[in-house]
């Protein structure tokens, strides 16, 4: 059986989760997909949703921010203006 793989980076704020997948390109280019989702439980049993209710949105929106700031982040040059001492 094939493991299952697992996000570059997640965030989870509660029942809201945003977790960010690196997909790379044959001449090694790199772009980022966002999967934002929702934990609820039915029974025993654990699942994900991707619908929100009304007051899931302030931290569905919280989440994304965040995946989009530690996006951009990895898109910056470690240090784009070094100090020289």
Known sequence: M???K???KTFR???IK???WANRTEDGKVWFNV?????????DKWHDATTFGHDD????????????????RQ???AD??????
């Open 2 to 4: 094939a493991q299952k």
């Open 6 to 8: 697992e996000p570059d």
């Open 13 to 15: 704020l509660g029942r």
């Open 18 to 20: 945003a977790a960010i």
């Open 35 to 43: 999967e934002p989702t929702r934990r609820y439980k039915e029974g």
């Open 57 to 72: 949105l302030p931290i569905v929106a919280l989440a994304i921010n965040m995946a989009y700031e530690w996006i951009w």
């Open 75 to 77: 898109k910056m040059p």
């Open 80 to 85: 784009p203006n070094p100090v020289e001492e």
